[in-house]
Nanobody, 123 residues
């Protein structure tokens, strides 16, 4: 599957962005979908994940209450609504798909990755 993430950009602290990730090549309606991010000089970290039927969502403590993950299986798209952005949210954001089991918080359990979209939050 090919995953394309878009919607990143430059925003002031306190602002909002909505990331989208569109899948092509095969349906991801049976996959868990996740968002990860990587800041310069830092390791990739988990941001959020959503189950196949959107009945379960998972968030990193650092974004809980500010970010919301959602999906539309009809369009094989997953979203990440980011509100109250902080400078420490600055990173390249990646979407990922997981067709098999494993730990939703672990990037190693995801099979397919998008190319990433840059999010920069100015103070």
């Amino acid at each position: 599957v090919q995953l394309q993430a878009f919607g990143g950009g430059l925003v002031q602290a306190g602002g909002s962005l909505r990331l989208s990730c569109a899948a092509s090549g095969r349906t991801v309606s049976n996959d868990y979908m996740g968002w990860f991010r990587q800041a310069p000089g830092e390791e990739r970290e988990f941001v959020a994940a959503i189950s196949r039927f959107a009945n379960k969502t998972y968030y990193a403590d650092s974004v809980k209450g500010r970010f919301t993950i959602s999906r539309t299986n009809a369009k094989d798209t997953v979203f990440l609504q980011m509100n109250s952005l902080k400078p420490e949210d600055t990173a390249v954001y990646y979407c990922a798909a997981r067709a098999r089991g494993g730990n939703v918080y672990d990037g190693g359990s995801y099979d397919d990755w998008g190319q990433g979209t840059q999010v920069t939050v100015s103070s």
